[in-house]
C-alpha cells in the first residue's frame, strides 16, 4: 500500500477512533449525572404544618341549610392547634331570608373544630348596596354573628358610617355599631 493510500486510511480511522472516545466520554458523564443523587439545598419545611393545599373550598351547614361557603387560594392546617391558616379568602354568608353576604380578605385563620373565623387585612364585606371595610373581623358559627372591635367604614356610594366596633347578627338582619359612631347621609340612605 503507498503512503498516500495509507494517510487515506489512518485518516478516517483517527476520526472514528476520537469520535469513539468523546461518545464514550458523554455516555460517561450523562450517566454520571442521571446516577448519582441529587442534593436539594434551602428548603423551608414548617414543622408545624399538617397539610398543606393550595385550594381549599368548604360548606358549612346547619340543619340542612347552608350557612356559608369559603374558598381560600392556600390553607395550611396545623397538627396541634386545630386550626387552617388561609390566604386569600373569599366567603359568602347567608341570612335566614338566604340573602347572600360576600366577604374577601387577604388572611384568615379557621377554627377547624368550631368552624369560628378570624379574618385580618383588607376585610371587605358586600351586602346588597353597602361596602363595609376594616382590618380585622371575626365569624362565630354557633350564634352566626360577624363582629370587630376594628375601625369600621360602611359606604353606599352616596353615604358613609363610621364607628370603633360593630356586631352583625346574620339570622335577625341587625346590625349594631358601638364606640363613636358618625357619618355622611345622603336624602336615600338607609342601612340595610
Not at 363610621?162 to 359612631?181: P, S, W, Y
Amino acid at each position: 500500500m503507498s503512503h498516500s493510500g495509507k494517510k487515506k486510511l489512518i485518516l478516517p480511522l483517527a476520526g472514528l477512533v476520537v469520535c469513539i472516545f468523546i461518545g464514550l466520554g458523554i455516555y460517561y458523564y450523562v450517566n454520571h449525572l442521571l446516577t448519582s443523587p441529587i442534593t436539594i439545598e434551602n428548603i423551608k419545611i414548617d414543622s408545624q404544618a399538617a397539610l398543606k393545599l393550595n385550594l381549599l373550598e368548604q360548606v358549612s351547614k346547619k340543619n340542612g341549610v347552608t350557612e356559608w361557603e369559603l374558598k381560600a387560594s392556600s390553607a395550611t392546617l396545623l397538627k396541634e392547634e386545630d386550626k387552617a391558616i388561609l390566604e386569600n379568602v373569599d366567603a359568602i354568608f347567608y341570612t335566614k331570608e338566604k340573602t347572600k353576604v360576600n366577604l374577601t380578605a387577604d388572611r384568615g385563620i379557621l377554627q377547624t373544630k368550631t368552624h369560628d373565623l378570624t379574618l385580618r387585612k383588607n376585610v371587605i364585606v358586600r351586602y346588597q348596596t353597602y361596602t363595609l371595610r376594616s382590618e380585622t373581623l371575626h365569624y362565630d358559627k354557633k350564634p352566626h354573628i360577624i363582629h370587630t372591635d376594628s375601625r369600621v367604614l360602611i359606604e353606599d356610594g352616596e353615604s358613609t358610617l363610621e364607628a370603633d366596633a360593630m356586631v352583625t347578627e346574620l339570622n335577625e338582619n341587625r346590625i349594631t355599631f358601638k364606640g363613636h359612631v358618625k357619618g355622611n347621609f345622603s336624602e336615600n340612605f338607609e342601612l340595610p
